[in-house]
């Protein structure tokens, strides 16, 4: 059975650091491309961060793009996203994406029961003084 299970979310002062985990198990971590997308009351799906199967290639936002860092260690099936930095405009339920072939749009649906794209159940992070 695919998992994938975020955590580290939490309540944040601005300016404040965070790093969220996302375990995989159920599926070839290391073949998978991962995402973090985050999603605002009211607002879409957005993309975050992306990492390549090997973790050679980053990608991410505008708008977190040199606060953000992704990463993964595949030996341990996990995909980290660490922040720095954070505003309020950070807050959101966070999610990871697993990916077979590291299509990632910069807004999707969470849809599950797609062989090859799979979501975790979420995190979430607030950010308020």
């Known amino acids: 059975q695919v998992q994938l299970v975020e955590s580290g979310g939490v309540l944040a002062q601005p300016g404040g650091s965070l790093t969220l985990s996302c375990a995989a198990s159920?599926?070839?971590?290391?073949?998978?491309?991962m995402g973090w997308y985050r999603q605002a009351p009211g607002k879409e799906c957005e993309l975050v961060a992306t990492i390549t199967s090997a973790g050679g290639i980053t990608s991410y936002a505008d708008s977190v793009k040199g606060r953000c860092t992704i990463s993964r260690d595949n030996a341990k099936n996990t995909v980290y996203l660490q922040m720095n930095s954070l505003k309020p405009e950070d807050t959101a339920v966070y999610y990871c994406?697993?990916?077979?072939?590291?299509?990632?749009?910069?807004?999707?649906?969470?849809?599950?029961?797609?062989?090859?794209?799979?979501w975790g159940q979420g995190t979430q992070v607030t950010v308020s003084s």
């Open positions: 994406n697993a990916h077979r072939r590291g299509i990632f749009a910069s807004t999707k649906k969470r849809v599950a029961g797609i062989p090859g794209d799979y």
């Open positions: 159920g599926f070839t971590f290391s073949s998978y491309a």
